[in-house]
């Protein structure tokens, strides 16, 4: 099936620092979305991107966090500065025509 | 905010035998999406569903058409194979742009 990849797998960083979570989507589609997992939870909401814009963001999308996709090319989360409870695993996921959406395999974000 | 229970929390199965996973919904959703997280945390899309049923080898899941407040996955002959977390995500009918809304996952365990 379409695949979703994510850059890199694992991160770790110092709380304070910026870290950005790269995601290569599927290359037609046109919907973007991130999620987050904390260990042992289930999987949340953050934010969805359509045209170039934050459409839907939940609670969980901090004032430090942020998005973007420039030119077509990764569509990225930004943390900054990052904080403990900002480890988690990210995913990104994409789909064509808001139905079914394809998840990436994630990256792991710890943060000491 | 929108609500999705899954259950059960865990599953131990036979290899041979047949279960089935469920997820209730507090609230009218447009439609749901099934997954399974393998051990490396990647998550596959097995179902998509805005109404109806599907079948896919093994696995066939259904989405309650007339109230759409819950949904269930089929396991029909379970193989080893099929271990792994399953996940239910429901799209809810109030926002304009799609969000999944996760249940909490199955633990579903093959045993010979």
């Known amino acids: 099936g379409p695949k979703v990849l994510q850059i890199p797998s694992h991160q770790i960083i110092d709380m304070g620092q910026m870290v950005t979570l790269n995601c290569d989507p599927v290359s037609n589609h046109l919907y973007f979305y991130w999620y987050k997992q904390i260990l042992g939870q289930q999987m949340e909401f953050l934010v969805n991107?359509?045209?170039?814009?934050?459409?839907?963001k939940s609670k969980l999308f901090k004032d430090q966090f942020s998005v973007e996709r420039p030119d077509g090319s990764y569509f990225t989360l930004k943390i900054q500065p990052t904080a403990l409870e900002d480890s988690a695993v990210y995913f990104c996921a994409s789909s064509p025509n808001q139905d079914t959406q394809y998840f990436g395999p994630g990256t792991r974000l710890l943060v000491l | 905010g929108d609500q999705v229970e899954q259950s059960p929390s865990a599953l131990s199965l036979h290899e041979g035998t047949d279960s089935a996973l469920r997820c209730n919904f507090t609230t009218t959703m447009r439609s749901v999406q099934w997954f399974r997280q393998n051990s490396r945390g990647s998550l596959i899309s097995l179902f998509y569903?805005?109404?109806?049923t599907k079948e896919n080898g093994r696995l066939k899941s259904a989405f309650d058409s007339k109230e759409r407040r819950y949904s269930t996955l089929h396991i029909r002959d379970a193989q080893l194979e099929d271990s792994g977390t399953y996940f239910c995500a429901a799209e809810g009918g109030s926002s304009s742009f799609s969000k999944l809304v996760f249940g909490q996952g199955t633990s579903l365990s093959v045993v010979p």
């Open positions: 991107f359509y045209n170039g814009k934050v459409m839907e």
């Open positions: 569903l805005a109404s109806g």
